[in-house]
């Protein structure tokens, strides 16, 4: 699809938000490479997030895209 769109738009991609909440800091580093990897323009939570969500997921979505080259 963004091959398609040539550039008229951007891509957001989502990292699951069940997986935010309950998974591992790995689980959520990978999803980032996946959506950056595929030309995700912009990578966030894919709604809203739940006030128990541990700062340590949130981190590592931060660290993955900070770290992406």
Known sequence: ???AAHDRFSFMG???T???LN???E???RQVLENLEAGTDIV???CALAPT???ENLAAMARAIRNWQ
Request: hydrophobic share 30%.
């Open 14 to 16: 989502n990292i699951n």
């Open 27 to 29: 689980v959520i580093e």
């Open 1 to 3: 699809m963004k091959q």
């Open 23 to 25: 998974g591992p800091p």
């Open 44 to 46: 966030s939570p894919g």
């Open 53 to 55: 969500c541990p700062n």
């Open 18 to 20: 069940a997986d935010l």
